[in-house]
């Protein structure tokens, strides 16, 4: 998979896996790559910045999955795990299929400026400020369903640091953070005017 091509190869992947009216998220995982912990933290990060985000409870799922994917990096795992509670969760073909469809061309936007730069944040030490931070911001997503697309600006930050992680683009590993300063402002903004 190139750099360039990283975000698409990833829809591309998942679109080819949904072969049925339901896939579960095991399902996803395997066909992702159980090493693939970005691009799995990418499509379900990316499922609920989506309409799909109304369906109570995409929120917190997003954010139990961002965390242990998150925690998991940290440590140097070499191949992502997720408890059986959350791999034999359904989801609707038809529905994540659409939601593929509508994430396309933002997706596409983003590998026409992306390229690979400020390749030092994906080192260690650097590499722990984001997930750590990702971390701290999967914390309050429960919380975040009780005010509306709250809950889609912290999982639109999510995806911007996966997608930064695949395209290897330090710049939107930085814009992701500078966002996620801006979501407690944010979330005030849309949720108490």
């Not at 992306?114 to 309050?140: D, E, G, N």
Request: one cysteine or more.
């Amino acid at each position: 998979m190139t750099e360039k091509h990283a975000l698409s190869d990833v829809l591309d992947r998942l679109e080819a896996a949904v072969d049925s009216d339901e896939i579960t998220v095991k399902d996803i995982i395997e066909k992702l790559g159980r090493k693939a912990f970005a691009a799995v933290m990418l499509i379900f990060s990316l499922i609920s910045t989506s309409p799909a985000s109304a369906i109570p409870g995409i929120t917190a799922v997003v954010a139990v999955i961002t965390f242990l994917l998150a925690a998991q990096m940290i440590m140097g795992r070499k191949h992502l795990w997720l408890p059986g509670i959350i791999t034999r969760r359904r989801l609707s073909g038809a529905r994540l299929c659409k939601g593929i469809g509508w994430i396309r061309k933002p997706l596409h936007f983003v590998e026409r400026v992306s390229k690979a730069r400020l390749t030092f944040l994906f080192h260690r030490p650097w590499f722990y400020l984001p997930l750590v931070l990702i971390m701290a911001l999967t914390l309050f997503m429960p919380f975040m369903e009780l005010i509306p697309t709250s809950g889609s600006i912290a999982s639109a930050v999510i995806a911007l640091f996966a997608a930064g992680l695949l395209t290897r683009d330090g710049a939107l590993v930085v814009a992701a953070l500078l966002l996620l300063c801006g979501v407690p402002v944010a979330i005030w903004n849309f949720g108490f005017s």
